[in-house]
């Protein structure tokens, strides 16, 4: 286990996660397909020639999941209870195939649960950038987190 407990974090702890991983072709067909999400902007690359982008833009979905996966390791894993939201999901820039993403985590809120006494609420803000230090996505994530015992 390598999460952390909820005593272990507190308000403005910052993490820059060491994985990092390049978006392949393969991973935009894939969720694009999987969701059932037929968008030419992820999948066709005649059109997306002609679109804004100039190529294939990667499903935002894929991105955003990539982010938290990426911070799960040194966040929650094994301490987890649930995830209880994701707000103020943004996407300033776009990703396309081959870009390479990190991600950074602050803790910007904690609590004690009220209705789990062996509980506590962190609140994530996650960050994640391309190669270019560009953010590419963002948001906030509520987790319901395993307290030591008391």
Known sequence: MTGRWFEDWGVGDAIVHPI???????DNLLISTLTHNPQPL???AEYAAKSD?????????????LM?????EETTLGTLIAN????KVRMPKPVFI?????VETEVVELRVSESRPGAGIVTFAHRAKNQHGDVVCECL???LVRRREQ
């Open 20 to 26: 990092h991983r390049t978006v392949t072709e393969t």
């Open 42 to 44: 992820h999948l066709d």
């Open 53 to 65: 982008f100039g190529r294939i833009l990667v499903n935002g979905t894929f991105t955003f999941a």
């Open 68 to 72: 938290v996966g990426l911070s799960v």
């Open 84 to 87: 209880l939201g994701y707000d």
């Open 98 to 102: 081959g870009d390479t993403l990190n």
């Open 141 to 143: 994530r509520t987790a």
